[in-house]
């Protein structure tokens, strides 16, 4: 039988958020069944809203939009590195990496690494104290020849350092792909090979967008 796990986070009124300039999502009825004979809603969300995959563009200009990544890189193969439970800032490091999929990683597939931290989701503290890439992390992820980077904080850099973006400039200098924040990573046992699923809203001429992400495996 065929085993699946939803790594996508709910978006709802309330969420957490990265502060200014993004806006509070927003999910309004729009028209019910009792007043109009059919229901709808309102949604205002932005492009890091819940659970989103990002391009290079969202650094460097003239670079890739989700128009241009194709569906064959949004299905990969890949490799979940269960790291020991993280705590509020604590460091993620390239040797906790290596232990957890150094052996089986190859170059073209996706990488996810499962912290813990999808626990506080919605909780206080859940964007401005999450763990983050200690030295050397993003150098091991990019020596491998990662595709997507998939993380389950919504932060790889260090949350502290307002406006410092080096991590995710050393990571977009060429066109790969970040999936965040992720949950349920927990959930994907064993040392074994995913298939992970990917699929961004269709709005081409944006870097990053909302998505529903799975991973599967026979």
């Not at 350092?161 to 046992?189: D, M, Q, T």
Request: glycine fraction near 8%; charged fraction near 20%; proline fraction near 8%.
């Amino acid at each position: 039988m065929r085993q699946l796990i939803d790594l996508t986070g709910t978006i709802s009124n309330g969420m957490w958020g990265y502060g200014h300039p993004f806006p509070e999502p927003l999910v309004q009825p729009l028209a019910t069944v009792e007043q109009n004979g059919f229901a709808a809603h309102r949604m205002h969300l932005h492009s890091l809203t819940g659970t989103y995959l990002e391009t290079a563009g969202h650094l460097y200009p003239d670079r890739e939009l989700l128009g241009d990544v194709p569906l064959e890189r949004c299905v990969l193969r890949a490799w979940v590195a269960q790291l020991p439970e993280k705590q509020e800032l604590e460091t993620i490091l390239p040797e906790e990496l290596e232990a957890a999929v150094g052996g089986c990683l190859q170059p073209g597939d996706a990488l996810l690494i499962a912290t813990g931290w999808d626990r506080n989701w919605n909780r206080a503290g859940y964007a401005d104290r999450c763990p983050y890439f200690g030295e050397g992390t993003i150098e091991w992820i990019i020596d491998r020849g990662v595709a997507m980077l998939g993380v389950d904080v919504p932060s790889v850099q260090d949350p502290r350092s307002e406006g410092e973006l080096s991590v995710l400039n050393a990571y977009y200098k060429e066109n790969r792909l970040l999936l965040a924040p992720l949950v349920n990573l927990r959930a994907a046992e064993g040392a074994v090979p995913w298939q992970l699923v990917v699929l961004p809203l269709a709005i081409p001429e944006l870097c990053a967008s909302p998505c529903r992400a799975i991973v599967m495996r026979e």
